[in-house]
């Protein structure tokens, strides 16, 4: 199990390591990328931090044993730019018909009873409580999709 650790600001009297494991059976491994080593980030509440990432990670996942098929072969990356966070996988994207709804209830992308459509919609109400936002970027990828959510942590700083 491979894990990556960078600081985070929980609050503003105290600091805390995030860890992202990846154990061999998830078809991802996870890259996270600072501008300044040992760089911190204030994120709000760490309860639902946690839960914005575990979300996050959890569709990329989905999408990418959907789309990629194999194991090992998908990435999770997470940049750190302060007051941002960037996170993105290689996996095929954001489908054009969902860009402009992705974050509202009960919109999801997957097939059947496999999604509720409530993951990114709470994302976006975590976020929201802490005064921070979720966004896509108009970056798109090779696939000419979307694909890179950007969290933006400014109000948690007030």
Same mark, same amino acid.
């Given at each position: @199990?491979?894990?990556?650790?960078? $600081?985070? $600001?929980?609050?503003?009297?105290?600091?805390?390591?995030?860890? @992202?494991?990846? /154990? =061999?059976?998830?078809?991802?491994?996870?890259?996270?990328?600072?501008?300044?080593?040992? #760089?911190?980030?204030?994120?709000?509440?760490?309860?639902?931090? %946690? #839960? !914005?990432?575990?979300?996050?990670? %959890?569709?990329?996942?989905?999408?990418?044993?959907?789309?990629?098929? #194999?194991?090992?072969?998908?990435?999770?990356?997470? *940049?750190?730019?302060? /007051? *941002?966070?960037?996170?993105?996988?290689?996996?095929?994207?954001? $489908?054009?018909?969902?860009?402009? &709804? +992705?974050?509202?209830?009960? !919109?999801?992308?997957? =097939?059947?009873?496999?999604?509720?459509? +409530?993951?990114?919609?709470?994302?976006? #109400?975590?976020? +929201?409580? =802490?005064?921070?936002?979720? &966004?896509?970027?108009?970056? $798109?990828?090779?696939?000419?999709?979307?694909?890179?959510?950007?969290?933006?942590?400014?109000?948690?700083?007030?």
């Amino acid at each position: @199990m491979t894990f990556y650790r960078f $600081r985070v $600001r929980l609050s503003n009297h105290s600091t805390g390591n995030l860890e @992202m494991a990846e /154990p =061999d059976p998830l078809p991802f491994s996870a890259v996270l990328q600072s501008e300044q080593a040992g #760089q911190l980030l204030r994120v709000g509440n760490p309860g639902r931090f %946690t #839960q !914005v990432l575990d979300n996050l990670t %959890t569709n990329s996942e989905y999408w990418i044993e959907h789309s990629l098929g #194999q194991k090992g072969q998908g990435k999770i990356h997470v *940049e750190i730019r302060d /007051p *941002e966070l960037v996170f993105y996988d290689n996996g095929l994207g954001i $489908r054009p018909d969902l860009e402009e &709804s +992705l974050f509202e209830l009960f !919109v999801s992308g997957k =097939d059947g009873n496999e999604g509720s459509g +409530l993951g990114l919609f709470i994302t976006r #109400q975590l976020l +929201l409580r =802490d005064n921070c936002s979720i &966004s896509l970027d108009s970056e $798109r990828n090779e696939h000419n999709r979307l694909y890179r959510f950007i969290i933006n942590f400014s109000g948690a700083k007030k």
